[in-house]
């Protein structure tokens, strides 16, 4: 199966997404082809050997053939016409804004490209953290209090909470407030990404886990195994990416009990959620018996495939069972009838 990887992008997590597209460039077996989005929004064919991070910090992506979106995919516009890139489905891995946000989902469901992510709707809500709230209300699933500021605002609620820009991955930009003394530099940090911030209660030593899935034949939701990632106090970007590898991960040590909620918890949220199409990963906390959802990753980093014990095979799974989409028949019927009845163009 050939796949198509879509990396990049204008986002604060753009860096993120080419150390996502190398790192799954060494753990996919199947034939893969790499498009990539820069600054200025142009896409470019990129040639597997020049999957390093350098080739793109230092500009020489820009030697690459330059494609355009059209009906159906990516294609080259030469003397000969345009020429589709032959792919069996792309796959969105551009985390934040125009990955994550819906807008490259609007432009291959507006154009009727075949690909694994979220649709539309589903990422919105889950873009922002202040929706997914709401989604997952919807959902029947818990997650902590919370109150959102804008700029010139201060939280309310009682001392320790962290501080998190509502449309932001990775963990950049969040901060734990301990004391009033640390509070105006973390609104500094986490304002200076987003002009609304997510204030929740910061809980000391709280269990974190982990889940990935996506839906295979007949719409069966498909899990990963669960993950309890070790932390500090809670994973901030350097714990995510500094030094960033693929080693395999175990899985967690946890009850049938646990196990068990935390997967009913994420197939209420993949499904109430309209993620159909997507792995996406689901970050929870565990507080005397609860489950709380923490975020949903819709584009997880490298689609989270150190939790999966054949991800290839989930991927392709995945891709054979993509939704097919709304068919609209446009016949003019209102318009003929309009012109019949008046007996002149309308």
């Not at 879509?6 to 034939?31: P, R």
């Not at 991955?169 to 301990?178: C, F, L, M």
């Not at 809670?234 to 175990?250: E, N, S, V």
């Not at 012109?339 to 002149?344: M, V």
């Amino acid at each position: 199966m050939k796949f198509g990887i879509v990396f990049g992008g204008v986002s604060f997590e753009h860096e993120i997404s080419i150390v996502s597209a190398v790192a799954l460039k060494g753990v996919m077996k199947d034939d893969l082809t790499f498009v990539f989005v820069d600054k200025d929004r142009s896409f470019y064919l990129i040639e597997p050997q020049n999957m390093r991070a350098n080739y793109f910090s230092s500009g020489k992506y820009k030697e690459s053939k330059k494609l355009i979106l059209t009906r159906g995919g990516f294609a080259t516009h030469g003397l000969l016409g345009v020429k589709l890139v032959e792919v069996d489905s792309f796959v969105n891995l551009i985390h934040g804004a125009d990955g994550e946000d819906g807008k490259l989902a609007g432009l291959f469901e507006f154009y009727g490209v075949r690909f694994v992510g979220p649709r539309l709707e589903a990422s919105v809500m889950s873009f922002s953290k202040v929706l997914t709230k709401y989604l997952a209300l919807k959902c029947g699933v818990k997650t902590l209090e919370f109150e959102v500021i804008h700029r010139g605002e201060k939280p309310k609620m009682p001392l320790p909470y962290i501080l998190k820009p509502a449309r932001l991955g990775s963990s950049i930009g969040v901060g734990v407030v301990r004391s009033e003394s640390e509070l105006n530099y973390a609104l500094d940090v986490a304002f200076e990404f987003d002009s609304e911030v997510v204030v929740e209660p910061f809980k000391e030593g709280i269990r974190e886990f982990n889940l990935a899935g996506y839906a295979g034949e007949n719409g069966e939701v498909k899990f990963s195994f669960v993950e309890e990632p070790a932390k500090k106090e809670f994973l901030d970007f350097d714990q995510k990416y500094t030094g960033f590898t693929q080693k395999k991960i175990g899985e967690a040590e946890i009850s049938g009990e646990l196990k068990a909620n935390l997967q009913d918890a994420f197939r209420k949220l993949y499904t109430g959620g309209g993620f159909f199409g997507a792995l996406i990963r689901c970050d929870f906390f565990e507080e005397n018996g609860e489950i709380y959802l923490n975020e949903i990753n819709p584009n997880p980093g490298s689609l989270a495939n150190y939790l999966f014990a054949d991800f290839n095979e989930a991927l392709r799974e995945l891709s054979r069972n993509l939704p097919s989409g709304q068919k609209i028949n446009v016949e003019y019927n209102f318009i003929n009838q309009i012109t019949s009845a008046k007996g002149k163009l309308a």
